[in-house]
């Protein structure tokens, strides 16, 4: 295990997160708001301690999978306690416990909050809260990889740890340029959005921060209400972008360079788009007697719709008090999810598709034993090291499952509540239903529920297995090992 360039990653970690505290200070300053002079004070804390961690050089600057897992898995974990201090010192949020939740949902871009009103919280609070969903959308490691030069070749290792999705490749030669590529493309997709908003009249400042959490597809709303006390045309806008930011980002690469053939070729993109349209007219069709006319039910159906499979989490419509068969269907869309390599979670669109495809081969192969069949997707064959980690994926997601809502359970909440709480917070989506749902929160849960759901939203977002090895003490039986080896080395 190299131990050293782990430190050094967490240096450059606390260094960036320290750098990105000083941006609410600049919020504070415009609106004389006391609480910027917290977050100073925690933003100075955190750059010393990157300093102090990252300021020894790495022995080896090369690094396999496993450590960019566990780098990547503690860098989450460091970037949620330091991101709660401002909210449990400013004293807007003073339960520790409920400061890390409203962070770690917060950087998960889950949504799910323990606030039961948002709009108490100083302008100060509410700008870092949904910067929050804007840092960890693109994730955190893959913003390094742009702007810092990390030498070794090993980087992949940590874009394949963070960044949501089956498989992670390469859009040009080198790492940093794909990272930097990636995160133009975030960037400019945002502050589009930042521009329709403005056209409809919305507030700079809650045009702003309403696109941090579009997109990062994470949800928080800085009024009660989330979005429903906007104009229909502002609702509209968040709903299309919910739906650019669950694309796979590889899209927009291609169109931008003029690989038409490349882009329209991507089956998860099709299919996502075709989920999304088939839910939108079922759900009408179901809740259309529930509206004055049927613009207004397509306008509710579409952002929930939107919101739900993108993971988003904003709502403009009570869903709890739709109809079983509209809710179920919502269900099924948190865990279908948005494409991979985009900033949505859930299982994510491609997944189903190469296992839906693995089915109809197998059933292939009874019927013609002989045959020989390969699985495909946009055309190239799907390796087996795919095909073995889906499955595994899927095995292993419904393992956290289980055990996340057997824990829950204990509460002795009803079923649905606990169900969807699990199935909000794994999946990265936020509301879930009944006590859960678009106009209730996460505060009633108990302490141990609360950490239960936190492991599930950096699990969710990390795609299990970061989070899965950093618990498994076998890893921490290497190290412990390699670090003995050190010392008994060290006198001779």
Partial sequence: MNGSIIRRILGYVLLLEGALLLLPCLVALYYGEKQGLTYLACAGVTLVLGLIIGLKKAKNNVFYLKEGCVATA?????????????FYFTGEIPNITDALFETISGF????????????????????????????????VLVFLLAVIQMSGGSNINLMKAESPGPSVGKLVPKMRHTARILYSIYFALTILEIIFLLIGDMPL?????????????????????????????????????????GINF???????????????????????????????????IDVSRLYDTLG??????AFQVASIITTTGFSTADFNTWSSSSKTVLVILMFIGACAGSTGGGIKVSRFLVVIKTVKKEIHSYLH???IRKITLDGKPV???????????????????????????IEDYDLTTNFTAVAATINNIGPGL???????????????????????????????????????????????????????????
């Fill in 296 to 301: 207004e039910a397509i306008s509710k159906t």
């Fill in 383 to 409: 390796e087996h090291n795919t095909l073995r980690a889906t499955n595994v994926y899927f095995i292993s997601f419904i393992v956290v499952f289980v055990a996340s809502l057997l824990l829950v359970s």
């Fill in 369 to 371: 034993p002989k045959s």
């Fill in 108 to 139: 998960t871009t889950t949504g799910a909050s323990i606030l039961n009103d948002v709009e108490a919280l100083s302008k100060t609070s509410l700008f870092w809260r949904s910067f929050t969903h804007w840092i960890g959308g693109m994730g």
């Fill in 74 to 86: 503690l860098s989450w974990i460091v970037l949620s306690v330091f991101g709660a201090m401002p």
């Fill in 434 to 492: 009944e006590l859960v749902g678009p106009t209730q929160n996460f505060s009633g849960f108990s302490t141990l529920s609360k950490y239960v759901l936190m492991f599930d939203m950096l699990a969710g977002r990390l795609e299990l297995f970061p989070m899965l090895l950093l618990i498994n003490p076998n890893l921490w039986r290497e190290v412990f090992r390699v670090n003995t080896h050190k010392e008994i080395r060290k006198p001779e």
């Fill in 250 to 284: 590889n899209f927009y690469y291609f169109l931008i360079f003029r690989q038409f053939k490349n882009a329209f070729k991507m089956e998860e993109v099709k299919y996502f788009l075709l989920i999304v349209v088939s839910a939108i007219a079922i759900i009408t």
């Fill in 205 to 245: 400042f809650d045009a702003i921060t309403t696109s941090f959490g579009t997109a990062g597809t994470g949800g928080f709303g800085i009024k009660n209400d989330s979005i429903g006390g906007y104009s229909l045309y502002i609702q509209w806008v968040v709903t299309v972008f919910m739906i650019f930011f």
